[in-house]
C-alpha cells in the first residue's frame, strides 16, 4: 500500500452488483474497501451488516476491509464483524459506554482499531486512548448518508489531530470520511490526512480508475 490510501465507500456502490463493483473499484486502483454499517438507530439510515462483509470476503475480496460503524450499542458487533473478515473496526465514542472496553475488543478480536468523530465532535476522547487506536476516521460531513458537501472546519481538526498524532510517535492513520473529491483532496492531504474515504466522487463515474488516478496525482503535488 502507498503512503496515501484511497478508501471506496461502498455505500455508493451497485448493491445488486456489489461483488462485482467492489473488484471493479480495487482493479482501478483502490487501497481499501471502507464499509458503511448503519442501524437506523445511531443514525437515521440502514445499510448492511456482518454477512455482507462474509460474503465479499467469500466471492475473493481480500483487500483490507475498513468497518466503520455507525451502530448504537456498538460492542456486539465487533466480534461478528471480526468473524466476518474485517480488517479495521472504527466506532464513535459517543455511542459505546466503555470506549476503552470497545477498543480491548477489537484488538483481542485480531483488528486494528479506531475512533470516528463527527464533525461537532469533541477531540477529548483521544486523551487517554492514543497508545491504543491503529487509526482516527474524521467525519467531513454528519453520518448517515453519501454525497454531502465537506465541511471545511474538518481541515482545522485534522491539523489539530496530526500534531497530536506525531506528538505520539506512533503510525497512527488520520482518515477522512465524506464529501471528499479529487478537487479537494490536496488540500486535506496538506491539513494531515492520510487515508481518504470516497463514495460517491469515485462511484458515481463511469471509470473508477480515472477517479483514482486523478485523485492520487492530487496528491502527488
Ligand atoms: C457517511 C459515510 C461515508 C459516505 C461518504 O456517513 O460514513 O463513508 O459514504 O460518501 P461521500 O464520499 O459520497 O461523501
Ligand atoms: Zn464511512
Redesign the pocket.
Known amino acids: 500500500m502507498s503512503q496515501f490510501l484511497i478508501a471506496p465507500?461502498i455505500?455508493?456502490a451497485d448493491f445488486a452488483r456489489l461483488g462485482d463493483d467492489v473488484a471493479r473499484v480495487l482493479d482501478a486502483g483502490a487501497d481499501v474497501v471502507?464499509f458503511?454499517v448503519m442501524d437506523n438507530h445511531y443514525?437515521p439510515n440502514l445499510t448492511f451488516g456482518p454477512m455482507v462483509c462474509q460474503a465479499l470476503r467469500a466471492y475473493g475480496i481480500t483487500a483490507p476491509i475498513d468497518v466503520?460503524l455507525?451502530v448504537k450499542p456498538v460492542d456486539s458487533l465487533i466480534p461478528e464483524f471480526a468473524k466476518a473478515g474485517a480488517s479495521i473496526i472504527t466506532f464513535h465514542p459517543e455511542a459505546s459506554e466503555h470506549i476503552d472496553r470497545s477498543l480491548a475488543l477489537i484488538k483481542e478480536n485480531g483488528c486494528e482499531a479506531g475512533l470516528v468523530f463527527n464533525p461537532a465532535t469533541p477531540l477529548h476522547y483521544l486523551d487517554y486512548v492514543m497508545d491504543k487506536v491503529d487509526q482516527i476516521l474524521l467525519?467531513s460531513?454528519n453520518?448517515?448518508?453519501?454525497?454531502?458537501s465537506f465541511i471545511p472546519n474538518t481541515l482545522d481538526k485534522l491539523r489539530q489531530v496530526r500534531e497530536r498524532i506525531d506528538a505520539s510517535g506512533r503510525p497512527i492513520r488520520l482518515e477522512v470520511?465524506?464529501?471528499?473529491k479529487v478537487d479537494n483532496i490536496a488540500e486535506i492531504a496538506a491539513a494531515g490526512a492520510d487515508m481518504f474515504?470516497?463514495?460517491?466522487?469515485i462511484f458515481s463515474q463511469p471509470d473508477y480508475k480515472q477517479v483514482i488516478d486523478a485523485m492520487r496525482a492530487e496528491l502527488a503535488k
Do not use: E, N, T
Not at 474515504?197 to 466522487?201: H, P, W
Open positions: 465507500s455505500l455508493s471502507h458503511d443514525v466503520h455507525m467525519m460531513v453520518p448517515g448518508f453519501g454525497g454531502q470520511d465524506g464529501g471528499v474515504v470516497a463514495g460517491s466522487a
